[in-house]
């Protein structure tokens, strides 16, 4: 029998490298416009799918929380 986190096809689901900018304020625990305001200030760092939609890398996520852990959702990344 699966686990709570596995799907009955064996599909574990996880981040991959890159969230949306609501994903992204979810698991911070902030707003939309906060995202924003951190990827202008150099905090948080983005990439332009072809279609243009901005999605905040991961990698950057992780390590915001790792300098500012005490700003961030205790659920993040869990």
């Given amino acids: ?3 709570p986190q596995t799907h009955a096809d064996g ?3 996880e981040l991959g490298r890159s969230v949306s ?4 304020a979810q698991l911070l625990g902030v707003s939309r416009r906060t995202i924003y305001n951190r990827i202008r200030d150099g ?3 983005t990439l332009r799918t072809r279609v243009g ?3 905040v890398l ?3 996520l992780q390590q915001f929380v ?6 961030c959702s ?3 990344f869990l």
């Fill in 1 to 3: 029998m699966p686990s």
């Fill in 11 to 13: 599909f574990v689901p």
């Fill in 21 to 24: 900018i609501n994903h992204a």
């Fill in 43 to 45: 905090r948080l760092a």
């Fill in 53 to 55: 939609s901005q999605r």
């Fill in 58 to 60: 991961v990698a950057s």
């Fill in 66 to 71: 790792l300098v500012q852990p005490s700003r």
């Fill in 74 to 76: 205790e659920r993040a």
